[in-house]
């Protein structure tokens, strides 16, 4: 059975920096994707990255984001900076498009 594995989440002050990560043994075969979901908001695309490497943003994260990935040991990454209160969410990993499982995401808390 596949399982998603995210980690890194925190709490960080509004400009810091947090590092997540996502698990999962068969991400080195698909696009893959961020995804978060704010207090009592709807889940939401953050960014893509195929299996090739290509990436996009929504633009709320553009230039502060960075999606990237590890083939060899399948796992996801998002490196965001310059965090803002507004990025507060579960953090979550999945396909792109998203499969029909999901893991039970990372929280991010930044305080203002």
């Known amino acids: 059975q596949v399982q998603l594995v995210e980690s890194g989440g925190g709490l960080v002050q509004a400009g810091g920096s947090l590092r997540l990560s996502c698990a999962g043994s068969i991400l080195s075969l698909n696009a893959m994707a961020w995804y978060r979901q704010g207090p009592g908001k709807q889940r939401d695309l953050v960014a893509i990255?195929?299996?090739?490497?290509?990436?996009n943003y929504v633009e709320s994260v553009k230039g502060r984001f960075t999606i990237s990935r590890d083939n060899a040991k399948n796992t996801l990454y998002l490196q965001m900076n310059s965090l803002k209160p507004e990025d507060t969410a579960v953090y979550y990993c999945n396909g792109y498009p998203a499969w029909g499982f999901w893991g039970q995401g990372t929280q991010v808390t930044v305080s203002s």
């Open positions: 990255i195929t299996s090739s490497g290509s990436t």
